[in-house]
């Protein structure tokens, strides 16, 4: 059993179908890449597993259970959390109150259940993704690479077996592009279950162990990224974009 499973997931907006029919398994310690062009329906499957959207037809399960109408916080401290493609921090409080908060009121685990441990906690986890220096600015002073990793931060805050990471390389430079797909690897490492969502292809291939592409709210295409990049479905999908 997968540790998540979307099954059969569909979401219309009024006579549009952003997703249709999608089953997927989301296994621990596996790094998804979900591409696809803009409009593909990959944030509107995020917003279904981390329960921001309901389906119109179809089921998330977690661990085996039926989670599809659960409301987004009780997924997080049941383990599955996100970042937005839009960065959402509190823009008046500082960086570490902001992955403070995500400490306290995540999923359950031992200790860092208080403000001070909190809060040097959430130093640690900035350093992790680049932001050591930012610890004590309010969110409102970042720029748009910084809000993103603010917000990386933030999901990983809240312990989660299942992040989904909607295009956190968005105003990253090469380097940080790079730091920020090392840590993503070290979470791997770690046990936890990754989806990426990326619209350019080629930074992620070394890094996903399977690749997932939609198109107009379907799977065309899903494996070994090697295999997928070069299938003829995703090629026209992409076509007159460039893939990677
Ligand atoms: N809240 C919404 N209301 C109406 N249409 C939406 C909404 N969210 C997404 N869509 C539509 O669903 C499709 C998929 O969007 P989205 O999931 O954001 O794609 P992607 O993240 O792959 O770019 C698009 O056609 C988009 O316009
Ligand atoms: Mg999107």
Redesign the pocket.
């Known amino acids: 059993m997968a540790l998540c499973e979307a099954i059969g997931l569909t979401?219309r907006?009024?006579g549009?179908?952003?997703?249709q029919d999608v089953t997927l398994g989301f296994e621990p310690a596996t790094i998804v890449a979900?591409i696809?062009?803009?409009?593909?329906?990959?944030?509107?499957?995020?917003?279904l597993l981390a329960g921001q959207?309901r389906p119109s037809a179809g089921t998330v399960r977690w661990r085996g259970q039926e989670i599809t109408t659960w409301a987004p916080h009780r997924r997080c401290r049941a383990g599955i959390n996100r970042t937005f493609?839009v960065a959402q921090p509190f823009l008046d409080l500082t960086l570490a109150e902001n992955v403070a908060l995500g400490l306290l009121y995540g999923a359950p685990a031992e200790g860092t259940r208080q403000r001070p441990e909190a809060l040097e906690h959430a130093r640690d986890i900035l350093s992790d993704v680049g932001l050591a220096t930012k610890v004590a600015s309010a969110a409102r002073t970042l720029s748009l690479g910084e809000l993103k990793r603010l917000e990386l931060a933030m999901a990983v805050a809240t312990r989660p077996a299942l992040l989904l990471v909607?295009?956190v390389l968005a105003g990253q430079s090469p380097t940080g592009s790079q730091e920020i797909l090392g840590y993503l690897t070290r979470l791997r490492t770690q046990g936890v279950a990754i989806c990426l969502?990326e619209?350019r292809l080629q930074a992620l291939l070394p890094v996903a162990d399977r690749v997932v592409a939609?198109h107009?709210?379907r799977v065309i295409a899903e494996g070994r990224p090697e295999a997928v990049i070069k299938s003829p479905a995703v090629l026209e999908a992409y076509l007159g974009e460039p893939v990677a």
């Not at 409009?39 to 509107?44: F, N």
């Open positions: 979401r907006f009024g549009n179908a952003a997703l979900l696809g062009p803009n409009g593909s329906g990959k944030t509107t499957l995020f917003n959207l493609q909607d295009e969502v619209h939609l107009q709210g």
